[in-house]
């Protein structure tokens, strides 16, 4: 089986975590731009993504939108809930899909799913369930990195080199 569609929480993988407040109350996060490049690549590879987190944000909307990833759940307390949905739809299985996460509201949704990675700076207790745990830090390249896995893992290095040539 070959996955089909990769999975992103948002801060603690997309982001380092922090949550930063201007003197007016606006939210300020900060995203990778070589992890913006990877999950267009995967897109463009005929491949899906999906944003799935837990907090509700305007800037991670944007961003979704930035990437063109039409799959985007915000506030979502049970997130293999929304997955499972989301697969019902897609018409796919949790054999196709790979997902990130850090802590441990994404805990149940990474034991789902065929293949789970985690920043290396994730929770003890979603590190011991992962299949993965990659050398970035969450907001330092992490997802970059779980893609090219991916893109290696699937026998796609050619065509995703392809795509910048």
Request: proline share 1%.
């Given at each position: 089986?070959?996955?089909?569609?990769?999975v992103l929480d948002v801060d603690g993988t997309m982001t380092d975590s922090r949550?930063?407040?201007?003197?007016?109350g606006d939210e300020v996060k900060s995203f990778n731009v070589k992890d913006g490049?990877?999950?267009?690549?995967?897109?463009?590879?005929?491949?899906?993504?999906?944003?799935?987190?837990?907090?509700?944000?305007?800037?991670?909307?944007?961003?979704?939108?930035?990437?063109?990833?039409?799959?985007?759940?915000?506030?979502?307390?049970?997130?293999?809930?929304?997955?499972?949905?989301?697969?019902?739809?897609?018409?796919?299985?949790?054999?196709?899909?790979?997902?990130?996460?850090?802590?441990?509201?994404?805990?149940?949704?990474?034991?789902?799913?065929?293949?789970?990675?985690?920043?290396?700076?994730?929770?003890?207790?979603?590190?011991?369930?992962?299949?993965?745990?990659?050398?970035?830090?969450?907001?330092?390249?992490?997802?970059?990195?779980?893609?090219?896995?991916?893109?290696?893992?699937?026998?796609?290095?050619?065509?995703?080199?392809?795509?910048?040539?």
């Open positions: 089986m070959s996955i089909e569609l990769i949550i930063s407040y201007t003197e007016n490049l990877a999950i267009n690549s995967w897109r463009k590879l005929g491949r899906q993504v999906a944003i799935i987190t837990g907090r509700r944000s305007d800037i991670v909307e944007r961003r979704a939108k930035e990437l063109y990833i039409e799959h985007f759940y915000q506030g979502v307390t049970n997130k293999k809930e929304v997955l499972e949905a989301l697969l019902e739809k897609l018409d796919l299985r949790m054999q196709n899909v790979a997902a990130i996460g850090d802590d441990l509201n994404d805990l149940q949704m990474l034991k789902a799913v065929e293949i789970s990675f985690v920043p290396r700076d994730a929770s003890t207790y979603v590190d011991k369930i992962a299949h993965v745990i990659l050398s970035k830090k969450g907001g330092e390249g992490a997802v970059r990195e779980m893609i090219e896995y991916l893109i290696i893992k699937e026998g796609l290095e050619e065509k995703y080199l392809a795509l910048w040539q």
